[in-house]
Structure formats: structure tokens, C-alpha cells
């Protein structure tokens, strides 16, 4: 059966050579040539199911991780074309083979990487496209912009050891993107070591005090390291420099709660209700902070003549948590930090 598989791959390959990518209706072969056919093999065996049964694949027939598809095409076959062609039409997944095929062709040509990129995230094949930022990294050793990116990627994955690795060869590259640092520090919130990411967002905005998103992002880990009069202050400029963003908004209002500012929360978190109705975080913690109100409140005086009643004990809330709280909201990553080249990417 391996043998089979294996022959059964080169024959389709090959036809694809041919044809511009035709594909096997065998779902044996199929599985074997599927466009993650490159993956690192963890167990040390790839199962492919057919009607009789998993077939186990050694290690030796699987190929490395790798943007670039090999293929055994003949000379003249321009697999660059063939995918253009194939995404004109919508076939994306047959232009992404063809894309990777032509990368094979040529591992340093920008166009071609790029062009696979492009197809792998829209196809949903993060996990290639982050190889194709790795590959456009190695073409210029010089430039961080790929590494940036696939940071962002790696966030977006929920990879945040990739993002780190990422943005710290970015760093070595480039000390003075405040991207990088701003990338990194995002990375070390969601693995809660937050002094580590403070320092790091910290760097970002004294390499870029102007970007209203990286600040949010300082005081979003101020408030979980439980420094609510920092957080404050960052949040107030990023209010300022971004007015229409509502999370902001709720974590300055979170920042004022804690800081016993009821009247500026309330404000804080109604703008944010406003810019984004329906806005859940923000809704709960206007309920907390009119339950906090109530809770407060002096005991009414007694009507009857009997002697005043000793009043009522206050109940002092206990104090919050933010990191077990979910009513500061960690702004998702296409908001979090967006640039010309994130914003532009999302577009294509």
C-alpha cells in the first residue's frame, strides 16, 4: 500500500505538470499529496485513512516544513503563471500548490513567496504563510518587516512563544521599530508575565508615543499588574490620540473604577456603550460600578420615634482581581495594534 501511495503521489504531481494541478479523485492519494503533505511528524507516523485501515508513513517519506512544494515538472512548466491563473478562476487551494511549486523554482524570488503567502492566508493555511515570512526574512537579512508580520501572524494563531521568537530576531535586526517591542510585549500578556511586557511596551511608546493602540496595550498590562493610577494616565492619551475606539474607552473606565472614580468611570464606560451598542464588557462593568453605588450608599434615616437604629453595615466589595476578571477587555488583535502594513494586509 505504501508503495502505492507513494507512486500514486508522483503520478498526480506529475499530471499536475501537465494539466495545471488535476487532481486525483483516489482519496488515498489525495490525503498523501494534500497541501499540508509537508508538516513535521511529532509520533514519527503520518496515518492515512482509506478502507483498509490507517497506512503508516516512516518519517523519511515525509517531507520538513517548507513554503516550497518539490515537484519532479519538467523544464519550461511556469508554475508562477499557473497559479495566477488558477486564482483568476477561484481555484485558490490549486493556485497555492502551483504558488508553492514556483517557489520551488525559485526560493529567493520576492514575487513568488509573496504570491504564496497572499494564497495561504487566504485559504486559511496560517501555518504556511508564517514559513513564507520566515523565507522573505531569510531573502533580505536586513529587513524585520516580514518578521513583524509574522508575529502578528503568530498572535492571530494563538502562538504567543512564535510571536516572541519572531519579534525578537526583528528587534536584533532593528532596535528601533517600535512595532516590535509593542508585538513582543502583547506576547508576554497572554503568557501573564507582565513585568517582562511592561518593560517591552514601555520601549514601544518611547520609540512611538504617538500610536494610541500601543498604549492601550501598556495600560491594559498596567491593569493586570495592579497599577491603576499608570494605567490611568497611559489610557488617558490613548483616549485622546484614539476617541472612537470603545475598549478603550472600558479600560480607562476600569482604571477610574479602581481608582474610587465613579463619576469618570460612569463617563468612560457610556462613551464606550455609545461607540459600540450592546458592547458586553462595558455593560457589566456599568452594572458593577452602580452595584458599588448602591452598596455605598448611607442607610436611610428611620421614620418611627424609636431610638435610631445602629445603621446597616456596608458591604466593602472585595478587592478585584483583574487577571480572574473578565471585565477588562484585552482589544483583539486586528484592533490592537494596527499599522499601514497590517491594515493593508487585511485587505488583500
Same mark, same amino acid.
Given at each position: ?23 486525483? $479523485?483516489?482519496? @488515498? ?7 499540508? *503533505?509537508?508538516? @513535521? ?15 503508516? !508513513? ?38 497555492? !500548490? ?26 486559511? *493555511?496560517?501555518?504556511?504563510? =508564517? ?46 521599530? $517600535? ?60 483616549? =485622546? ?72 453595615? @456596608? ?13 477588562? *477587555? ?19
Amino acid at each position: 500500500m505504501l508503495r502505492r501511495i507513494q507512486a500514486a503521489a508522483v503520478a498526480v504531481v506529475l499530471a499536475g505538470c501537465d494539466s495545471g494541478g488535476a487532481k486525483s $479523485a483516489d482519496p @488515498v492519494v489525495q490525503a498523501a499529496i494534500a497541501p499540508t *503533505e509537508n508538516r @513535521v511528524l511529532q509520533s514519527g507516523r503520518a496515518e492515512i485513512p482509506d478502507a483498509g485501515g490507517p497506512v503508516a !508513513l516512516s518519517v523519511e517519506s515525509v517531507e520538513e516544513p517548507a513554503l516550497a512544494l518539490r515537484h519532479e515538472c519538467g523544464e519550461g512548466v511556469d508554475h508562477l503563471k499557473r497559479a495566477r491563473q488558477l486564482a483568476a478562476s477561484g481555484d485558490e487551494r490549486g493556485a497555492l !500548490l502551483e504558488a508553492r511549486r514556483a517557489v520551488f523554482d525559485a526560493p529567493a524570488q520576492v514575487e513568488r513567496i509573496e504570491l504564496a503567502i497572499k494564497l495561504a492566508r487566504r485559504v486559511g *493555511e496560517g501555518g504556511l504563510a =508564517r514559513l513564507g515570512y520566515q523565507a522573505l526574512s531569510k531573502v533580505n537579512a536586513a529587513d524585520s518587516a516580514p518578521l513583524l508580520k509574522m508575529a502578528r501572524l503568530a498572535l492571530q494563531q494563538s502562538d504567543p512563544e512564535g510571536a516572541i521568537a519572531a519579534a525578537s530576531e526583528a528587534i536584533r535586526r532593528n532596535g528601533g521599530v $517600535a512595532e516590535a517591542f509593542n508585538l513582543r510585549g502583547r506576547a508576554e500578556i497572554q503568557l501573564k508575565r507582565l513585568s517582562v511586557a511592561i518593560v517591552d511596551l514601555e520601549r514601544a511608546v518611547e520609540l512611538d508615543g504617538g500610536n494610541g493602540f500601543t498604549l492601550n496595550n501598556l495600560g491594559y498590562a498596567y491593569l493586570l499588574a495592579g497599577k491603576p493610577q499608570q494605567a490611568a494616565e497611559t489610557l488617558e492619551e490613548a483616549v =485622546r490620540l484614539q476617541p472612537h475606539v470603545a475598549y478603550i474607552h472600558n479600560n480607562l473606565g476600569v482604571a477610574y473604577r479602581q481608582l474610587g472614580r465613579a463619576e469618570d468611570s460612569r463617563e468612560q464606560l457610556t462613551r464606550a456603550l455609545e461607540l459600540r451598542p450592546g458592547y458586553v464588557n462595558a455593560a457589566v462593568n456599568k452594572g458593577k460600578l452602580a452595584r458599588l453605588a448602591t452598596n455605598a450608599a448611607p442607610a436611610p434615616a428611620p421614620v418611627q420615634e424609636a431610638p435610631a437604629l445602629e445603621p446597616a453595615e @456596608v458591604r466593602v466589595p472585595a478587592p478585584e482581581t483583574v487577571l480572574a476578571n473578565p471585565t477588562v *477587555e484585552s482589544p483583539p488583535p486586528a484592533e490592537e495594534s494596527q499599522g499601514a502594513g497590517e491594515a493593508s494586509e487585511q485587505q488583500q
